[in-house]
């Protein structure tokens, strides 16, 4: 069964913008999902719907089968949980245990279960310690982690994110990078995110789902993706550092390879391939002299 379905779903604000028209989007169990499209795409009013911060203005959510509507906004809201793009809007309390235990109060917990969801959820993004610190006085990335904490502690099965590597330096995204893959592997937890940094897309993601002015234009895998490349470029997006620098090569027959590398490490192994080829045909091209 699928964890989020929408069917149908158009959205439009009071002032009559329509910022979804036509919505049909899946999500299955552990993946990792990338929405991307530029400013205004509506990827943000859509990850809204997902536990029911807006409704459809048409067309129906469903999270495993259930409507996203507000009876049922208890268990959804504590199985899809939502990171915000800037920490601060999402960070309020003193201290760093009362703003993970904010969200397990309203729930019930009890005091000894929610002491050891506290210090679980923290020590899952490596804030162990970090308890009656002061979310004011953290770093980005530490805000960000505090902010990842929180809707761990309800242990959901979703994980929506917007905009999760935003304002973090170069080891910050890479750290980030690295613990939502965690999070998606040893926890199964379902990964969707929207994010303009396209270089970080096929170190997280699955699947691409490619959105313009409130439509998706695009869905599949993330080597599909990145390899309609006009479709990307059309819907005002890029490709990753690395495959524009391998179609580049490729424009000047310095690089043959039949999908473009998306990664590092698929980079080199392609030009490990081509430098191989190389020494094979010099070598054939010795032995016939």
């Given amino acids: 069964m699928e964890l989020l379905k929408l069917t149908d779903v158009s959205y439009s604000y009071y002032d009559g913008t329509q910022a979804l028209k036509n919505i049909n989007l899946s999500v299955l169990p552990g993946e990792r999902v990338a ?13 809204q719907l997902f536990n029911g911060l807006l409704q459809p203005s048409a067309g129906e959510v469903l999270f495993k089968g259930l409507p996203v509507v507000k009876e049922n906004y208890k268990t959804i809201r504590r199985s899809v949980g939502m990171v915000f793009q800037d920490p601060d809007d999402q960070l309020f309390s ?56 929180t809707v761990l502690a309800m242990q959901p099965e979703v994980l929506v994110l917007d905009e999760p590597t935003a304002a973090l330096d170069p080891r910050g995204v890479a750290q980030l990078v690295d ?23 096929p170190l997280l993601a699955d699947r691409v789902v490619v ?23 059309h819907n005002k ?50 032995l016939a002299k």
């Avoid at 939502?180 to 994010?195: D, G, K, R, Y």
């Avoid at 959105?211 to 470029?233: C, H, L, P, W, Y």
């Fill in 35 to 47: 929405i991307l499209g530029a400013n205004g795409a509506g990827k943000s009013t859509l990850f």
């Fill in 94 to 149: 003193a201290t760093v245990h009362q703003e993970i235990s904010y969200g397990l109060l309203n729930l019930g917990v009890p005091k000894n279960s929610l002491e050891e969801q506290v210090s679980w959820a923290l020590d899952v993004v490596g804030l162990t310690g970090y308890t009656h610190k002061s979310p004011s006085r953290l770093s980005g990335g530490e805000k960000k982690r505090v902010a990842l904490a």
């Fill in 179 to 201: 613990l939502l893959n965690q999070i998606n592997q040893t926890l199964h937890i379902t990964l969707v995110f929207a994010s303009h940094d396209v270089d970080v897309v």
């Fill in 211 to 233: 959105m313009n002015q409130g439509e998706i234009v695009f869905s599949g895998t993330t080597a599909e993706a990145f390899d309609a490349k006009e479709i990307i470029r």
């Fill in 237 to 286: 997006l890029r490709l990753p550092r690395i495959a524009h620098l391998a179609e580049l090569l490729q424009r000047e027959d310095v690089l043959a390879c039949d999908v473009l590398p998306l990664t590092i490490g698929q980079a080199k192994a392609a030009i490990k391939t081509e430098v191989q080829n190389a020494r094979l045909e010099g070598k054939q091209n010795v």
